[in-house]
Nanobody, 123 residues
C-alpha cells in the first residue's frame, strides 16, 4: 500500500527556514518521480519542486534559489529545504508521487498524495 506522510511544517517569520520531510512506504522512491506541491485557500494547487529517478530536479520560478528538493533513498524519504521564506509561501504543502520515473509534464499525472503539512510565514 502506497503511503506518503509529510511532517516539518509550522509557523515562521519571513526570512526564516523550514525543512519538510515526506516518509514514503509501500514503494521505493528511487524509481519514481517525486514532487512537492502547495495550495493556499482559494488558490490553485501548484507544483513547487520535483526530483526524478536520476535525481534531476526542477523548481517553480517563485522558489528558485530559495528551496531545495532532495531525497534519501536509504531512508525512503523526500525533503524540501525552504530558506528565505516569504509570506506568499504560506500554504499546505503536499508530497506526491508520479507513476513514472521521470517528471516530464507530458507523462503520467501524480497519482499518490500525502495528507499535507501546513506552512505559515508571517511578515
Amino acid at each position: 500500500q502506497v503511503q506518503l506522510v509529510e511532517s516539518g511544517g509550522g509557523s515562521v517569520q519571513a526570512g526564516g527556514s523550514l525543512k519538510l520531510s515526506c516518509a514514503a512506504s509501500g514503494f521505493p522512491i528511487i524509481t519514481y518521480c517525486m514532487a512537492w506541491f502547495r495550495q493556499d485557500s482559494g488558490k490553485e494547487r501548484e507544483e513547487v519542486a520535483s526530483i526524478d529517478m536520476v535525481s534531476k530536479t526542477t523548481y517553480a520560478d517563485a522558489v528558485k534559489g530559495r528551496f531545495t528538493i532532495s531525497k534519501d533513498n536509504a531512508k525512503n524519504s523526500l525533503y524540501l529545504q525552504m530558506n528565505s521564506l516569504k509570506p506568499e509561501d504560506t500554504a499546505m504543502y503536499y508530497c506526491a508521487r508520479k507513476n513514472w520515473g521521470y517528471c516530464y509534464s507530458d507523462g503520467p499525472s501524480y497519482n499518490s498524495w500525502g495528507q499535507g503539512t501546513q506552512v505559515t510565514v508571517s511578515s
